[in-house]
């Protein structure tokens, strides 16, 4: 992208990625696509690695994933470690403030530091620069336009679009903002959303019918709704232009709520019935590693 396409902040305007000039911003963000190295099958020379730093990073993880304070004895055994080398990591960690030992718990559970150090990366992550590399290899998966998105006031506002060779093929409207009840990505939002919170961006924006598919009543949103929680994909089936579909997946931030989504679109002829099913698993792939990139949690099945 040009210097002057580039943007830091979620823009209001979409942030157009073609491929003949895309290669600049792709080479910034792809160290996001870096996947993150486990213990147990890491391929790093075992001589640069700190095996009592990534002892207590893994301490740290365990707490982090509990709702409540952990014993030495429970810690050690989930670790993987004895009582003693334990305490030693948990008392430096404690030293540093990334932990603390409560005590009328008598339990050990997260530090001061660690939710600094979590807060920081909350304020310094980027939805459309992690995002942009996930799309680029939706794209060239799938052979379609990838959206992103999120919502503001009732509307979904796109964020930036990435558009494959097939792009000037498709007719679809070079707009920044679209209704939610009508759009994949507006559906994937609004699937977040409470029916009482639904309700009340229905009533403000009302639910426009712009072609013969448009959804027109708000008890068949609520049908589609509970689809796209079933199956963790929305569908446009021609509901907002005639002639174009569009598949939207969900991105989730660190409390499991919808933070944005991302959607491919392409023409009704080439997103046939049949390839609905392999496209809609494809966006989801690609949100939920933009979900965890961003340090998201997906929600838990019920």
Known sequence: MKAQAQTTTMARRIIHDDPSEGAAAIIKTAIIETPRVKNDNAKADRGQVVQSLCRALNILTILGAQDGPMTLTEL????????????????????????????????????VQAYMTGTNF????????????????????????????VEENGEAIYLARVGGPRAAQVA????????????????????????????????????????????SSL???????????????????EERVSGLRCIAAPIFDENSR???????????RR????????????????????????????????
């Open 271 to 302: 997103i046939e019935d049949a390839r609905v099913r392999a496209l809609g698993e494809m966006v989801k792939r690609a949100a939920e590693a933009v979900t965890l990139e961003l340090g998201g949690r997906m929600p838990v099945a019920n």
């Open 258 to 268: 919808v933070m944005g989504a991302l959607s491919l679109s392409g023409s009704s």
């Open 172 to 215: 679809i409207p070079q707009t920044d903002r679209t209704l939610l009840h009508c759009s994949a990505v507006g559906k994937a939002l609004l699937a977040g959303m409470t029916e009482t919170k639904v309700q009340t961006i229905v009533t403000q924006r009302g639910m426009r019918q712009f072609t013969r598919s448009t959804l």
């Open 219 to 237: 008890p068949a949103l609520y049908r589609d709704l509970s689809l796209v929680r079933t199956r963790g994909y929305a569908l446009d089936q």
């Open 122 to 149: 909350l304020k310094t992550r980027n939805l459309v620069d992690v995002a942009r590399p996930r799309m680029r290899r939706l794209m060239e998966e799938s052979s379609e336009i990838v959206n992103l998105a």
């Open 76 to 111: 050690a055994e989930a670790a993987n470690l004895s009582p003693s080398t334990t305490h030693r990591l948990l008392t430096t960690l404690q030293y540093e403030r990334y932990v603390r030992f409560d005590q009328s718990a008598r339990g050990w559970v997260i530090g």
